[in-house]
């Protein structure tokens, strides 16, 4: 088992290799398993501008087409789709449709994406009789537009789940039902792996590039009653992505953005931010955050000016 190469760095063998110093996977990289995969036609690095008057704006209007966004300018993009689970805000579509929808946004997200830019989707998986693996129909539906996979990350609300009682079969093999607790964020790559090397700032620490490197997260769930939409994500999800995957200054798009956490976690790291939304009623529940947070923000820098 050969785990060294002729430059002390590591080599992948049989069974993996602890090292990762100037590490040769070329072997696993060219083995069958592999074969066909990864990028095909890798893109050339180019960024173009947005307007400004469209950079820090929710538009309440379908993300199917993003025509206030220039081909190759958005550095990142988080979201949550719709469940259509009969939520008020959803449409009740077929299976086919509901897939339909994400592949027309997320064609969209693939166009306006920088080469090597992030598309991170958080999505729970749905039902028991039988169990909807959306996270999976959302990779298939990535995979056909070209989106490189790198990878996924299991949200563990295990903290704040509710006390579900829908065990089934209580104590019995008969037909006993699993209680999840976590939710999938699916992490992929426009075209390649990297992105374009920036004079733009990190602003991502030692501590959190650690935590945030693993593959599984743990933090609360947001409440739906405090921020009147009927399934938010935590400020925290979209914080982390925001902080790994651009620099200070990139442009976050989030193109399902329900009450407006993603453009608030933009802000919070000094990212700007364009949101969608077909709902009139929570395009103005997240331009309302946004303001308070807004607020928020230029209080603080009040204060900090009076106590130097």
């Given at each position: 088992m050969n785990r060294y190469n002729k430059n002390n760095g590591t080599k992948t063998s049989a069974f993996g290799s602890p090292g990762r110093v100037n590490h040769d996977s070329s072997k696993f990289y060219n083995s069958?398993?592999?074969?066909?995969?990864?990028?095909?036609?890798?893109?050339?690095?180019?960024?173009?501008?947005?307007?400004?008057?469209?950079?820090?704006?929710?538009?309440?209007?379908?993300?199917?087409?993003?025509?206030?966004?220039?081909?190759?300018?958005?550095?990142?993009?988080?979201?949550?789709?719709?469940?259509?689970?009969?939520?008020?805000?959803?449409?009740?579509?077929?299976?086919?449709?509901?897939?339909?929808?994400?592949?027309?946004?997320?064609?969209?997200?693939?166009?306006?994406?920088?080469?090597?830019?992030?598309?991170?989707?958080?999505?729970?998986?749905?039902?028991?009789?039988?169990?909807?693996?959306?996270?999976?129909?959302?990779?298939?539906?990535?995979?056909?537009?070209?989106?490189?996979?790198?990878?996924?990350?299991?949200?563990?609300?295990?903290?704040?789940?509710?006390?579900?009682f829908a065990w089934g079969s209580w104590l019995s093999a008969s037909n006993p039902t699993l209680r999840d607790i976590h939710e999938y964020i699916l992490v992929f790559s426009k075209g390649r792996y990297d992105r374009k090397k920036s004079d733009k700032k990190s602003t991502i620490s030692k501590e959190e590039f650690m935590e945030f490197t693993k593959s599984i997260w743990t933090f609360s769930a947001e409440r739906a009653s405090r921020v009147k939409h009927p399934a938010p994500f935590p400020v925290e999800l979209a914080y982390r992505l925001i902080q790994l995957y651009t620099f200070e200054n990139d442009v976050v798009l989030d193109p399902f953005l329900g009450s407006g956490t993603t453009c608030i976690a933009a802000l919070k790291t000094n990212r700007k931010y364009i949101g969608y939304d077909i709902d009139k009623k929570y395009c103005e529940i997240a331009e309302k955050r946004i303001e308070e947070f807004k607020m928020g923000l230029s209080s603080l820098f009040s204060q900090s000016i009076l106590t130097q």
């Open positions: 069958k398993l592999y074969s066909g995969n990864g990028q095909k036609n890798i893109p050339e690095f180019v960024e173009n501008s947005i307007l400004r008057e469209n950079i820090n704006r929710v538009f309440c209007k379908s993300s199917e087409k993003m025509s206030e966004l220039s081909d190759n300018s958005v550095h990142l993009m988080v979201t949550s789709p719709p469940y259509n689970v009969g939520k008020e805000y959803d449409n009740d579509l077929t299976l086919e449709e509901y897939r339909k929808l994400l592949y027309n946004v997320f064609k969209e997200t693939y166009r306006v994406l920088v080469p090597g830019g992030r598309a991170c989707i958080n999505v729970a998986n749905l039902g028991r009789k039988p169990y909807l693996p959306l996270h999976s129909y959302v990779i298939e539906e990535m995979d056909k537009l070209g989106f490189l996979m790198r990878g996924e990350i299991i949200w563990n609300k295990a903290s704040s789940a509710s006390q579900s």
